[in-house]
């Protein structure tokens, strides 16, 4: 049986707010570890039928570049939604979400630019 492993690695300031994210994983075409300004991450806990969520984000990460991180991420769950389940309603219901919120951060960006 193959083994994978990933691994996360989180600096963190005097108030354990984060720095800098580092990750690597066995199967990662970049040799050594990457940086990133944010994870998130999900782990379904089958003892309790629930949820567990992991969220960090630096302090360098910017929110226009969070609010697409969001909605990539809930792209992608459409696409676990179909692959997974077969639910295809539920993906369409999804990427609906995601294009709406998609326009809407679009909106922002236009007026964030008229005011600079």
Same mark, same amino acid.
């Given at each position: 049986?193959?083994? !994978?492993? +990933? ?8 108030? *354990? ?5 580092? %990750?690597?994983? $066995? ?6 570890? !990457?940086? $990133? =300004? ?10 309790? *039928? !629930? /949820?567990?969520?992991?969220?960090? %984000? /630096? ?5 226009? @570049?969070?609010? =697409? ?10 696409? /676990?939604?179909?692959?997974? $389940?077969? @639910?295809?309603?539920?993906? /369409?219901?999804?990427?609906? $979400?995601? =294009? +709406?919120?998609?326009? =809407? ?12």
């Amino acid at each position: 049986m193959k083994k !994978s492993d +990933i691994n996360f690695s989180v600096e963190l300031d005097h108030e *354990n707010v984060p720095e800098k994210i580092y %990750w690597d994983a $066995t199967d990662n075409p970049n040799e050594g570890l !990457s940086d $990133t =300004r944010a994870i998130a991450i999900a782990l379904w806990d089958h003892y309790h *039928n !629930s /949820t567990l969520k992991i969220d960090l %984000w /630096t302090k360098e990460m910017e929110v226009v @570049d969070m609010k =697409r991180f969001i909605i990539e991420m809930m792209s992608g769950l459409a696409d /676990t939604a179909v692959n997974a $389940t077969g @639910d295809k309603k539920m993906a /369409t219901d999804i990427e609906n $979400t995601c =294009r +709406i919120l998609s326009k =809407r951060l679009e909106e922002e960006i236009k007026e964030q630019n008229k005011q600079q």
